[in-house]
């Protein structure tokens, strides 16, 4: 498992003046083998069609068949919202699907939540919404876990 760098568009601080073309071939570089596995990380509060993540996946393997969508902040998503329809594979297909996750937020570090209250709070959030319902069992960073196992 390699934790590569999210896309930087701006150079902060003293980041080189092409950060973002740096970040995209270290990518690049790791995402084209045949045998990566491709997580492409997007939050579920933000315009799935403008994924940078899926948008390089899409690049090496434009057919989906390496590509995991996993979609964060489902738990912040505009009230009203939801992204279930993504969560069933419905708004843009990969073969091996999506999966949504609630992770601890920035308060939640800072109070010391731990990841085993996290993970019991995930779980909790998927199953009491309805909209969720058919697609719960496919959502959390355990079933993540076991399905990359």
């Given at each position: 498992?390699?934790?590569?760098?999210?896309?930087?568009?701006?150079?902060?601080?003293?980041?080189?003046?092409?950060?973002?073309?740096?970040?995209?071939?270290?990518?690049?570089?790791?995402?084209?083998?045949?045998?990566?596995?491709?997580?492409?990380?997007?939050?579920?509060?933000?315009?799935?069609?403008?994924?940078?993540?899926?948008?390089?996946?899409r690049l090496v393997d434009p057919e989906g068949s390496r590509t995991v969508g996993?979609?964060?902040?489902?738990?912040?998503?505009?009230?009203?919202?939801?992204?279930?329809?993504i969560l069933r594979n419905a708004h843009i297909p990969l073969r091996m699907g999506y999966v949504g996750v609630v992770l601890r937020s920035q308060q939640?570090?800072?109070?010391?939540?731990?990841?085993?209250?996290?993970?019991?709070?995930?779980?909790?959030?998927?199953?009491?919404?309805?909209?969720?319902?058919?697609?719960?069992?496919?959502?959390?960073?355990?079933?993540?876990?076991?399905?990359?196992?």
């Open positions: 498992l390699v934790d590569l760098p999210g896309m930087t568009r701006v150079p902060v601080g003293d980041q080189p003046s092409n950060i973002e073309q740096k970040i995209r071939d270290i990518v690049l570089e790791y995402i084209r083998q045949p045998t990566c596995i491709v997580l492409a990380v997007t939050p579920a509060n933000s315009d799935l069609a403008n994924s940078d993540a899926l948008h390089m996946a996993v979609l964060t902040k489902v738990d912040i998503m505009d009230r009203g919202t939801n992204c279930a329809h939640d570090i800072n109070t010391g939540t731990s990841m085993a209250a996290a993970r019991r709070y995930e779980s909790s959030f998927f199953s009491a919404h309805a909209e969720y319902s058919d697609v719960a069992a496919q959502c959390g960073v355990s079933f993540l876990a076991r399905r990359l196992n």
